[in-house]
């Protein structure tokens, strides 16, 4: 991350990288501003977590359980996001639980990464709808902020979005899943590369696609490299 895309993300997010100096205390030293932004990071992340568990800000918050933050390293390098929490990831408060989380870690395995390393996953509503219905434009007004808020935290080189309604969502499109992969596509203010693959719960449905999934993901793990071995093309 080159220090203008850190001040960037930064000045999204509102946050001021220099602490103030106490009277009389010692010039700043070099190392002190890396420790002063981790520190608010750390507390903005800590403040966005409180404020979605609290949340009421669309119908959502009457039938969950619990909201779903999210899950894993939150200084990963990947951002996995889906859809909205089903009926297990309400009860656990965790995304991408049961079956399709266990194809997802299989997936993520696929190309070196796993669940909490270097890795976050979330997803664009972070309460579940009933019956796991389709999210409803309003409640995507709603939550879509947070999910924003926590892309401007993370600073993800990149992100993979799984499924249909997570891609169309996120890149403000109603083109059909298969038009969407294969593709590098940019989200927000700060032009997060994104990368479309099936849902995994899609793809224990409908396994011959897994094929394709791979294709995605060897795609994406190309991608990454190339990002991160030379991000002053980027
Ligand atoms: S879905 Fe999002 S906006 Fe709606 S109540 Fe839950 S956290 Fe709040």
Known sequence: MNATRRAQYLEVLGIDVWLPRARGSPALTPAQPARAVRADRSEAWRALQ???????KCALHATRTQAVFGVGDP????LVVGEAPGAEE?????PFVGRAGQLLNAMLRA????RG???YIANILKSRPPSNRDPKPEEVSSCLPYLMRQIALLEPVLILCVGRIAAQTLLGTDAPLGRLRSRVHHFGELNTPVIVTYHPAYLLRTP??????????KFARSVFRELTAHPERH
Do not use: P, Y
């Not at 409180?50 to 009421?56: A, D, F, L, M, P």
């Not at 309400?90 to 965790?94: A, I, P, T």
């Open 117 to 119: 390393a270097n890795v």
């Open 208 to 217: 011959a696609d897994k094929r394709k999934a791979w294709q995605d993901l």
């Open 111 to 114: 190309i070196g990464l796993a």
């Open 75 to 78: 200084q990963a390098q990947w």
């Open 90 to 94: 309400d009860r656990q408060g965790e």
């Open 50 to 56: 409180r404020e979605v568990s609290q949340c009421t």
